[in-house]
Every structure is written in C-alpha cells, then in structure tokens.
C-alpha cells in the first residue's frame, strides 16, 4: 500500500497494530488523475521501523516510513496513526532526507491529522525531520503541508551537518502548524562548529527557503 500508484481516491485504514521487522526498504507512493490518499491509523501504532540505507527514487537521498511522495496526488493525508521507536540512518550527503512518515515530497499537498513520533532516534547526513525530511515543491505552485494536533516526543533528531526540525527539516511549501507538541526528552541537534556556513536547527523547521510557515498554538 505504501509502494503504489494510486489513480481514483482511496483510503488506507489499519485495524491492528503494526510491528515490522527487518531493514525497511524502498517505498515510494505515486498518483495519476489528482487522486487523493488517506492513510487511516485508526488509533493504532507502527512499530519496528528501522532503516539504515538510503533510496534515490525521487531525487533525493532519503529514508522514512514512506520513502518519497511523488507528484499528481491532489493530497495526501495522514491521520490518527502513531510510529513507535524508528530507528533511522542516512549517509546520503548534501542530498541526504531522513522524516519518520516521509523522507521527502515532490509538488504535493500533504497533511498530518493528530499522528504522533515517539522513541524515534534519527541520525542523517542532513535534512531530518520527525515527520518530513525535506518538503519540496519544484513548481512553485504553493503546495501545502499542515500539521494539525501532532507530537513528537522523546525522540532523538541529529544531522551531521544541517536542516533539523521536530517536525519538517526543510520547508519549500506552504507550511502550517497549528496545535502540535514537541515534548518529553527530545533532542534536536546539528553541526555545532561550522567553519564557512551555519549551522541550523529548530523545535519546528530546521530551515525554509522560498515556502512560508504560519504557526500557532504550539507546545514545547
């Protein structure tokens, strides 16, 4: 389900707890006909993700639950589903994208409906998100990504070198916000000793390069 192409509105709805066992490979999901995906958790949790290898399927580097949203979707949304205990590892370099639900996403509307991040422990070469890695929209056609009543907690989100966020590492959407935790013993951290650029990190967004972010009602 997560390794497909959708082409009319579908949803995805989970009826028990899921634990996956093993290295998690290469899941990227793809749409024809604007089709719209929900991704149901129903309350339930997705245990034993673990990843330690990097997929290039959408041009990027990157590494999550899903892998890469690609573009035609009208919208993607996740909604009352909980990832427990993820472990994810990325060496793919200035293109590297590590996010618990998603490494990264291509001209897409994506949106978080009360989901949460716990025990994730993240350590990519850069672009690290608890939820998105690196949310890119190479149109420019203001596509959004909102986070409505999400948390993370007791997480561990590091980079080796830049763009670390709670939620999203690197923003180039339209981005929003709003009712959302950063709690417990969460760590965010980057490169602290930079000798020609600066290091970048943030409870929210590591960094946002020609998106925007409306943010309200949070707590860290």
């Known amino acids: 389900a997560l390794n497909a192409t959708y082409n009319s509105d579908t949803t995805i709805k989970l009826i028990n707890d899921i634990t996956l066992s093993g290295e998690w490979g290469a899941h990227m999901l793809k749409a024809t006909n604007s089709a719209a995906l ?25 590494n999550g639950l899903v892998t890469s949203i690609g573009a035609g979707f009208s919208s993607v949304t996740f909604k009352n589903l909980t990832v427990s205990g993820a472990k994810l590892e990325n060496k ?11 490494g990264d996403t291509n001209t897409v509307n994506v949106t978080f409906d009360s989901c949460t991040v716990i025990g994730a422990k993240i350590n990519s070469y850069k672009y690290a998100g608890g939820f998105i890695g690196y949310a890119q929209d190479v149109n420019d056609t203001k596509k959004t990504i909102k986070f409505t009543n ?30 959302c935790q950063i709690k417990g013993n969460t760590t965010i951290k980057c490169a602290e000793d930079r000798t020609d650029k600066d290091a970048k990190a ?15 009602n949070i707590t860290v």
Not at 38 to 62: H, P
Not at 92 to 102: E, K, Q
Not at 152 to 179: A, R
């Open 38 to 62: 929900i991704i149901d958790g129903n309350g339930k949790t997705i245990k034993g993700l673990t990843s330690t290898k990097y997929y290039k399927v959408n041009g990027f580097n990157s």
């Open 92 to 102: 793919g370099g200035d293109i590297a994208a590590s996010g618990v639900f998603v």
């Open 150 to 179: 999400c948390v993370v907690n007791n997480s561990e989100i590091n980079t080796t070198d830049s763009s670390v966020g709670g939620l999203v590492g690197h923003n180039y959407t339209e981005l929003s916000i709003s009712g």
């Open 202 to 216: 943030g409870y929210l967004i590591g960094t946002v390069n020609g998106g925007s972010a409306t943010i309200s």
